[in-house]
């Protein structure tokens, strides 16, 4: 079966046990008279009231439906906002009637055959001394498709809601130059619903992260209410019909949701980062000139994503004393569980937090903390109508379980299992035919890049409006003037097998060299990046090294941690070997370090240059006495650019 005919299948699948399912408001009441006494909330006055009435009631599925329908209202329908012509918003990138959907599109970003690939059309544009801004737009055999080719939004005003963009001006206007020119950048890219990938935002730079997360927090709050203001017009239309008793509006007009309420997805690696997200997402309410907004469960949502009161942060603690590098302490300040969720509900004057997924309109959850909700669930249909996605930390999740993500990304936009209250007469035509995932705005934050980033970008991302991404030219680390760098250079013909032939080379050229070095065979520490090829050179040295070491990985215990530093220090073992991720967790000054051996290069910079600077041996080493050796092949070009230099890589790639 074709994947069109797939979808079909399920989608009827789906409309059969809709249909089967019994419902509350296609029974027939009797019309009775009953006297009640009642206490009601009453609405139409500006403050809460409880009023008690006497009331002889009638029971009718118009009524049941009015009340509904009055309920979206008052929900989801925001103060001062002008949406123009629904008839130009049916035509835009998440309309029901998106112009970027036709059948050469849709041909060209999902070919048919199992190893066909997208085509991209790639232009490189320098934009500023360093940064250069990649761009692609979708293609085929014939050139590029007219209907694909979108332009940012170089007036961003044109596009965000006025009761959000002056704000958001005013608090611009106190940021330094390069922030204002970030938000600049990313608010027109973000506008025009292109793909976008920032590879370059400072893990050390406190401000600039909150700069990126304002804009990028504009944009999801500008399309909630876009989107909530859509449905809310529609409601009105579609009861005011009903109540005069004219024409119906056309159906495929009222085709302006998904399958499930949750439109936004931000993933984040710490519950510190969802912190800084949520606080950022409601600012653009509170910050408002006339805002009354509400936020309901405020105080339980600082202590579960904060540290337990009465804890100390010994990293906020040591923040600018130097202990600590930057980067270190604002990725780990504050609560660092990678397990959690939370839902938020954008309502007219108020924000919900810890709603249920499937009353959501927004959803911050890590990788773990959504892979075992699925799991547990047994389906992933909260998922099913997400319109943006936002990545950030990408780099961060490296260093955790990269499945997760993955796992993820296998479960989003997928038809739903269950129908639960879906209006089908209401869900958009291209979610119904499983064409969301090629609208679907995928947005991704990293402070650098990994081959694995980079293949999430360019496989799994498919948005047929096309791709931005943002990269920049790295003028290299800065090391003690004097150490000994030698980068060898092993050959390797397929990025497949290069951890074999990576470990190949190790085990049968490199380190037996270092073994007859008098200078080597002592006093040195081996940096691993990868966990997997850190057990398998665990596993081969200690059956073939025949040297004294020991091992030290992220899951070592402190006392295994403190009894490998110990021995290293004291001389009692030669070899120290441990991996990146222990580092990044840890960063352990690892003092009886004479030589440093990479296995690989760091995927982040500042570890290289971290090692070379660690207290030695002896406190009287000159930086000429330090060894510094680094096994690389052609597949490390992206972390060897950030040790050495763009440059400087690409001439030490092609071995100039």
Request: hydrophobic share 35%; proline share 4%.
């Amino acid at each position: 079966m074709t994947e069109t005919s797939i979808t079909t299948a399920k989608l009827l699948a789906l409309l059969n046990v809709d249909a089967a399912r019994p419902r509350k408001r296609q029974r027939q009441f009797e019309e009775t008279e009953t006297t009640t006494t009642t206490v009601k909330l009453n609405r139409k006055q500006s403050g809460v009231t409880l009023e008690e009435t006497t009331t002889t009631t009638k029971t009718t599925i118009e009524d049941e439906v009015a009340d509904e329908q009055e309920d979206d209202e008052e929900e989801s329908s925001p103060d001062e906002v002008e949406m123009g012509d629904l008839e130009k918003w049916s035509h835009s990138h998440f309309g029901n009637k998106s112009s970027l959907l036709t059948s050469r599109t849709l041909e060209a970003i999902a070919p048919p055959g199992e190893h066909s690939r997208v085509r991209w059309k790639v232009d490189e544009k320098g934009t500023a001394p360093g940064r250069t801004t990649v761009t692609s737009t979708l293609e085929d055999r014939n050139g590029v498709i007219g209907e694909a080719v979108v332009t940012p939004q170089n007036d961003p005003s044109g596009e965000v809601l006025s009761n959000l963009w002056h704000p958001f001006q005013s608090r611009a206007q106190n940021l330094p130059e390069k922030h204002r020119e970030l938000q600049d950048e990313l608010l027109s890219e973000l506008l025009s619903c292109r793909d976008v990938y920032h590879s370059y935002i400072s893990a050390s730079d406190g401000e600039e992260q909150t700069a990126m997360r304002d804009a990028v927090t504009l944009h999801l709050v500008n399309h909630t209410w876009k989107r909530q203001t859509i449905i809310a017009n529609n409601n009105a239309r579609k009861a005011q019909a009903s109540k005069s008793g004219s024409e119906p509006p056309i159906p495929d007009t009222l085709q302006d949701q998904g399958f499930s309420r949750p439109s936004v997805l931000v993933i984040v690696p710490f519950r510190n980062s969802a912190l800084r997200w949520i606080n950022s997402y409601m600012a653009h309410f509170t910050a408002q000139s006339n805002s009354k907004t509400e936020v309901a469960n405020r105080e339980r949502f600082i202590s579960e994503f904060s540290l337990p009161e009465g804890t100390a942060d010994k990293l906020a603690e040591a923040e600018g004393m130097g202990i600590y590098p930057p980067d270190h302490v604002h990725t780990f300040k504050g609560n660092i569980d990678d397990n959690f969720r939370a839902g938020i509900r954008v309502m007219k004057k108020a924000l919900k937090l810890f709603e249920t997924f499937y009353g959501s309109d927004l959803i911050v959850a890590s990788p773990l903390g959504l892979r075992l909700a699925i799991e547990r669930e047994g389906n992933s249909d909260f998922l099913s109508s997400i319109e943006i996605l936002v990545i950030d930390q990408a780099d961060v999740m490296t260093m955790q379980n990269w499945t997760h993500l993955q796992f993820v990304f296998e479960h989003l936009n997928n038809l739903p299992k269950d129908p639960r209250d879906t209006d089908f007469s209401r869900v958009k035509s291209w979610f119904l035919d499983g064409h969301a995932r090629h609208l679907r705005q995928n947005i991704l934050i990293s402070s650098y890049e990994t081959p694995q980033i980079r293949a999430l970008f360019n496989d799994t991302f498919r948005n047929i409006a096309g791709k931005v991404r943002f990269e920049r030219r790295w003028p290299g680390v800065e090391i003690p003037e004097g150490i000994k760098q030698n980068f060898v250079k092993f050959e390797c013909s397929n990025g497949r097998e290069e951890a074999d032939a990576r470990f190949e080379y190790f085990t049968k050229e490199f380190f037996p060299s270092l073994k007859k070095s008098a200078v080597l065979s002592a006093n040195t520490l081996l940096f691993i990046p990868s966990y997997f090829d850190f057990i398998r050179v665990r596993n081969w040295m200690k059956q073939n090294a025949s040297v004294s070491v020991a091992f030290i990985s992220e899951e070592s215990s402190k006392s295994e941690i403190d009894r490998a530093r110990a021995q290293f220090m004291k001389g009692q073992k030669a070899f120290l070997v441990i991996t990146e991720r222990f580092h990044f967790f840890r960063r352990y000054r690892i003092k009886g370090t004479l030589n440093v051996i990479f296995y690989g290069p760091p995927d982040h910079a500042n570890f290289y240059s971290e090692l070379l600077t660690y207290p030695f041996f002896k406190k009287d080493v000159e930086p000429s006495e330090v060894t510094c050796k680094v096994l690389c092949s052609k597949y490390d070009a992206m972390a060897l650019e950030r040790l050495v230099g763009t440059k400087e890589a690409a001439a030490l790639i092609r071995g100039s």
